[in-house]
């Protein structure tokens, strides 16, 4: 059903995924050895979060 209400995709999967591990990356560095909190405030923010968590590691 959706596929109709889609003309055009603006931004594939592909590139979504690969900016979150640059920004998972940047992440890691800047908060090492601390416990950041996300929060995800806008509209369908959720999944692009869930994203970026997947490359976040402050361990």
């Known amino acids: 059903m959706l596929e109709h209400d889609i003309k055009k995709i603006?931004?594939?999967?592909?590139?979504?995924?690969?900016?979150?591990?640059?920004?998972g990356a940047q992440l890691t560095k800047e908060y090492e050895g601390?416990?950041?909190?996300?929060i995800g405030i806008l509209k369908g923010s959720i999944p692009f979060m869930?994203?970026?968590?997947?490359?976040?590691?402050?361990h």
């Open 50 to 58: 869930a994203e970026l968590v997947k490359h976040i590691d402050t």
């Open 34 to 38: 601390k416990n950041p909190i996300l």
């Open 10 to 23: 603006l931004v594939s999967h592909d590139e979504i995924t690969e900016a979150a591990k640059k920004l």
